[in-house]
DNA sequence: CCAAAAGTGTTGTTTTTACACCCATGA
DNA sequence: TCATGGGTGTAAAAACAACACTTTTGG
């Protein structure tokens, strides 16, 4: 049986959208001391992939990442960032993509637009998990969170975008400061030394990760803690939007 | 009058390369203590650009970007580091191309691949200047270096393309060394200082860095010392090029 | 011998690291 | 009341910054 939605797509997109060029986006959650990624799986496949998509004709790249991650996924207004891309010539798998295909009983002539060759631009996003209700397109029949490191093999060079994007956030951490779009509006110390020990790999000293970031300047504390927790209730932040913008441009060390 | 040569290239680049995709070099050199970048002055123009060209139908963006810069400038197997896509739907700009072709005695049909909106993905390099020279291609009459500052209003976005290069070189600074590409193979300590402040636009303590750096263990000292030089002949160094290339991985604070 | 540039040393300050201790809370 | 996690202090070590002094060279 024919996708009706996938056949539409495939019919008109060379009238729409550039050729040979795609993006993808890395969008990251935090949620219960996991860093997550979202991934959409594709009617007629088991397999999951990024949400990608195409190129308008007069579209800059950053408004068509926003509008394909808004389209695919039901994720509004997310800031999304660039970082690769991804050219190997081999990269566009034409055997994946004809099984697909073939999978949804749609034939493609050779030659055609969809058939071509492309290159992908890496784009990534961080965004606060709990506030975001995912939705899968038409072409999906899933959209989910999944940790990272337990996603098995994504379609095409998927998992190697995402390695990229993870290696790029690590780095990023070191002299720009994060947590904003991974966190709720409040959130704790320990929280948020989790979501560094998570994206970095490796634990923390509590005591001096506590004193490092708040010489940062970038936190505000709360007049409230933490309610309803076993043990003591922790002190709840926010992050002070001005200065936090202000780091996100000038770097941390104010090197 | 025509140029054949670059008539040549627009009748036939729709069958040899990608659709609205080009690239474009930022070669950074080091001379007489200032940083300079290799630009292009095209024929019938009196502006300069960067030397920028387009992918092969199965060319990956690295292997062209390679290509095209040893086409473009002459100069051969350099390194080259993508940085940025640039995507803005005004950045090729229509009335600029067509008043150049107007200028070169050439007409292309509207709708030509040549007047297609193109995306450029930014590529930098950082290369030894007293080893390079550099050769004007056929579309060209002239590539030199020129002080970073001194350009004027490059073609297009160029302006704006090395503009983005420069800012992603002062960072790389932070966590990377920098230099191998840059200096001639034996190069003293106050020479590699200069280079550092040329890049971060600001003066440092001759015997901070003289000491930070050694830390970094990437230098070797050399059994002589610079000749024929005014006052005390300075010491001479090469990189260490296995932990150059370390430190290039992992990044320098070992962070 | 002197001016200018190169090399080395010292010292006080700041930042980082590795801890120990106290506090609050639910079970 | 006790185990557990949260908050604060402190001292040693390392890194950094600001400087003074010595050495070498060409003129």
């Known amino acids: 049986m024919a996708q009706k939605e996938l056949k539409e797509f495939i019919d008109n997109a060379s009238q ?3 050729s040979h060029l795609s993006l993808d986006c890395v969008v990251f959650g935090f949620h219960d001391g996991q860093l997550k990624v979202l991934l959409l799986k594709m009617k007629n496949s088991d397999r999951w992939s990024l949400p990608g998509g195409f190129i308008k004709q007069a579209e800059s790249m950053e408004t068509a990442a926003i509008r394909v991650l808004n389209e695919r996924t039901g994720l509004d207004s997310i800031f999304l960032q660039q970082f690769h891309v991804f050219s190997d010539p081999g990269r566009s798998d034409n055997k994946e993509k004809n099984a697909h295909l073939r999978r949804a009983g749609i034939a493609v002539p050779a030659g055609h637009w969809f058939m071509q ?17 995912p939705q899968p397109d038409a072409f999906s029949d899933d959209c989910a969170w999944w940790d990272i490191g337990e996603t098995g093999q994504l379609i095409l ?28 509006p409040k959130f704790t110390m320990p929280e948020l030394q989790k979501l560094y020990e998570t994206i970095l790999g490796r634990k923390l000293d509590r005591r001096n990760f506590h004193r490092k970031i708040l010489s940062y300047e970038i936190l505000r504390p709360l007049k409230e803690k933490r309610q309803g927790v076993a043990h003591k209730a922790p002190q709840l932040y926010s992050f002070d939007t001005i200065k936090y913008q202000k780091a996100l441009k000038e770097g941390l060390g104010g090197i």
């Open 157 to 184: 060079d998927h998992s190697r975008i995402l390695f990229k994007a993870l290696e790029v956030l690590r780095l990023q951490l070191h002299y720009q400061p994060i947590g904003y779009n991974l966190l709720p």
């Open 16 to 18: 729409i959208y550039l």
């Open 117 to 133: 060759r492309f290159l992908s631009v890496g784009f990534y996003a961080l965004v606060d998990f709990s506030t975001v209700t």
